[in-house]
């Protein structure tokens, strides 16, 4: 059964601080992507990776940056945390290209 | 501007009746579409995906059906269930636009028993 976890459910961080949320994976799969869902909004892309060390950015990538060390994970790294990233930050993996993203179950992330 | 839009944002059903959500989409340039499922607290989780090659796809109660000359596609539920109510997203992804996939706001579905 494929499996995407990420590292908490939720998460309570100040303004400023480094936040940093861990995917992994264990289906061997290439792609991994970061993103996040408000309301009215849908799924919005951060930042995906299809290899170990490369990245590219999404659609939203402002004040965020990745890490992909092992082809198993994929980090998302607030550099310093604001209000306006309170959100759910999804993490997914997908085989290839061609084939759908599963995804991790999610990171209520709340910065006050 | 959204590439994918699913214009209604709540839809209610009557269990046992079909349920049909609507995704349009702008660029010509998507291949292939993905229908999610998600409660609340949890991830998405896949349901069903067509190719820009066919016009249908079927999976037990789901159904897909893609008008590629109106740019649109469908999700039919039939019968509909009370676990059937989640947020349902639309997706898509193009050969020419990269590995990622591009998702619509999502349309909340209510199973009424």
């Known amino acids: 059964d494929v499996k995407v976890t990420q590292s908490s459910r939720y998460l309570v961080k100040r303004t400023g601080e480094k936040v940093f949320l861990e995917c992994v994976q264990d289906?061997?799969?290439?792609?991994m992507f970061w993103y996040r869902q408000d309301p009215g909004l849908g799924l919005r892309l951060i930042y995906f990776?299809?290899?170990?060390?490369?990245?590219e950015k999404g659609d939203i990538p402002e004040g965020y940056s990745v890490s992909r060390e092992k082809k198993e994970r994929f980090s998302l790294i607030l550099e310093s945390a604001s209000t306006n990233q309170t959100s759910m930050y999804l993490c997914?993996?997908?085989?290839?290209?061609?084939?759908?993203?599963?995804f991790g179950q999610g990171t209520r992330l709340t910065v006050v | 501007d959204q590439q994918v839009k699913q214009n209604s944002p709540s839809l209610s059903v009557q269990e046992g009746r079909i349920s049909i959500l609507n995704c349009d989409y702008t660029?010509?340039?998507?291949?292939?579409f993905l229908w999610y499922k998600k409660y609340p607290a949890e991830g998405p989780t896949f349901l069903i995906s067509?190719?820009?090659?066919?016009d249908k796809n079927e999976d037990g109660r789901f159904t897909v059906f893609l008008n590629k000359s109106a740019k649109h596609l469908s999700l039919h539920i039939v019968p509909s269930q009370p676990g059937d109510s989640a947020v349902y997203f639309c997706?898509?992804?193009?050969?020419?636009?990269?590995?990622?996939?591009?998702f619509g706001p999502g349309t909340r579905l209510s199973v009424l028993p």
């Open positions: 997914a993996s997908s085989l290839t290209s061609n084939t759908e993203a599963f």
């Open positions: 289906m061997d799969h290439e792609n």
């Open positions: 990776s299809y290899d170990v060390k490369m990245k």
């Open positions: 660029n010509s340039m998507f291949d292939y």
């Open positions: 067509i190719s820009s090659i066919k």
């Open positions: 997706a898509a992804r193009g050969y020419n636009y990269g590995q990622n996939f591009v």
